[in-house]
């Protein structure tokens, strides 16, 4: 553990029996057990420094959770919507993290990536309702800057969790640049050395245009597969609804028969399955997604997908949680940390720890918890 982190941790009352205890994390093959808000920290991380900065400057260290919050305090959450499960493993994450604490959270989502004014309209409603901190995931780089602004100027902390935005006036930030998970997916196409001496043709969904991390996705992949004999033949952008990106596969495959490669986002992979089985080309096509969800889970499991990076969603929301405790009451906390990046395929995903990105079979949205 970095030691500096420790010592202020020490200062704060959290004894070394307390701190060593929490490193008995236990590992399953399957999805989230219930029990796993107990045990989900410590974890390894990246703590950005400076933080904030895009040259993805940064050292490693573990990060240790609260143990609880000294009051039940009010946290607004939004989110860009509950169409793609990568977001049900963060509501479920909140919300559970929430309860861990006890502290009152309400979680709105947007309806979409193309939902701005709706995204900001909800935050806006929201947060008049009487919260102390306010979590977001903006839709879009620029979509949310003046009310962080705002709020952060009115005394109530801004956590920017998982998605990223161009401003740096937020009090943290809990999340992975994406940059990682699409140059892991991309490094690891490259490696599997898919038709040997022939080029391997490519069709690229990196999600909806204008988000912050589909920018830094769609940049790792392409650096990953710089001077190699891998073509991006097709490309495009769309919301990650399955309708979309559906039809966005489907052209691809019109326009270019003679793919060997799918790679995109969650849903992209899903609706990929599906649809090469119907045409005949499950066989011959590969299927990649660099983000995880339990259709990419299931998929690596049925050899449906042959791999996906995880930027540890649930552990990225239960980061955010604790980040927004920590600043509401005066406690240590990093300006900007985020789970290390993990490859899943066939090969390790038995003893990969699901409860980092999944939540528990039957998990439905929730949209608050603790009388708020």
Known sequence: ????????????????????????VVYGSGQSSPLARDIWYPVEVDVWDPPFNTELKRRK?????????????R?????????????????????????????????????????LANQRKQIVDCMSSGADALLVSSISADGVNDLVE????????????????SSTKMSAKAGVNFFDPGFAIGSYIRKLEI???????????????????????????????????????????????????????RKALDAHPDLDVIAGTTV?????????????????????????????????????????????????????????????ENKPFLKHVGPRVIVVDSNNIRKFDATTSLPPRGFRPIFSVNNW
């Not at 043709?201 to 891998?230: C, E, H, N, Y």
């Open 150 to 165: 705002k709020y952060v100027g009115m005394g109530k902390p801004v956590i920017d969790m998982i998605n990223g935005m």
């Open 195 to 249: 038709n040997p001496g022939k080029t391997v043709k490519v069709a690229w969904f990196p999600g909806p245009d204008g988000a912050t991390w589909v920018a830094q996705g769609d940049t790792g992949f392409r650096a990953a597969l710089k001077d190699s004999s891998i073509e991006i033949t097709v490309s495009a952008k769309g919301d990650t609804g399955r309708a979309t990106q559906g039809s966005l596969i």
């Open 75 to 115: 946290l607004c959450v939004s989110i860009p919507h509950l169409k793609d499960p990568y977001w049900g493993a963060v509501n479920f994450g909140l919300i559970d993290e929430a309860k861990r604490l006890g502290v009152g959270l309400r979680l709105v989502e947007a309806g979409g990536y193309d939902h």
């Open 1 to 24: 553990m970095d030691t500096i982190f420790l010592r202020q941790f020490l200062r704060c009352g959290i004894t070394a029996t307390l701190v060593l205890s929490t490193f008995l």
């Open 268 to 328: 992209t992979a899903e609706a990929a399955i599906e649809i090469l089985r119907r045409r005949g080309l499950d066989k011959k096509v590969r299927v990649f997604a660099y983000y995880y969800g339990p259709g990419v889970h299931r998929g690596i499991r049925r050899g449906n997908v042959i791999a996906a990076p995880t930027d540890l969603q649930a552990v990225q929301a239960r980061m955010s949680v604790d980040l927004a405790v920590r600043v509401l």
């Open 61 to 73: 260290s573990k990060y240790v959770a609260l143990e609880k919050a000294s009051r039940q305090w």
